[in-house]
């Protein structure tokens, strides 16, 4: 079992930043990738940007550019920078992590936290 504890989230202003993070606690294997998915009121939610085990990095072409993301290994939390806000990033951002050992896939998501972007 993993456990996710996310912080980082609040209200700026259009062209703010924000910095999220995730912890990741408990029976984290070691080919794994954390990222970050969002949802907007109404919408579905969508993929923000994963991050490997190894480092390989994958973005959401609306953030390519304005967000990066990275992680910490010692501390198996990952990061999310997102610079140049704007109002259309206003969602709940949810922390996810992959975790495979053997043939099996383990996924787990953390509980959200808001990220509200005013115009």
């Known amino acids: 079992q993993v456990q996710l504890v996310e912080s980082g989230g609040g209200l700026v202003q259009d062209g703010g930043s924000l910095r999220l993070s995730c912890a990741a606690s408990?029976?984290?294997?070691?080919?794994?990738?954390m990222g970050w998915y969002r949802q907007a009121p109404g919408k579905q939610r969508e993929l923000v940007a994963t991050?490997?085990?190894?480092?390989?990095?994958n973005y959401a072409d609306s953030v390519k550019g304005r967000f990066t993301i990275s992680r910490d290994n010692a501390k198996n939390t990952v990061y999310l920078q997102m610079n140049s806000l704007k109002p259309e990033d206003t969602a709940v951002y949810y922390c996810?992590?992959?975790?495979?050992?053997?043939?099996?896939?383990?996924?787990?998501w953390g509980q959200g936290t808001q990220v509200t972007v005013s115009s």
């Open positions: 991050i490997t085990s190894a480092g390989s990095a």
């Open positions: 408990g029976s984290l294997f070691s080919r794994n990738a």
């Open positions: 996810n992590v992959v975790t495979w050992r053997l043939s099996y896939k383990y996924e787990y």
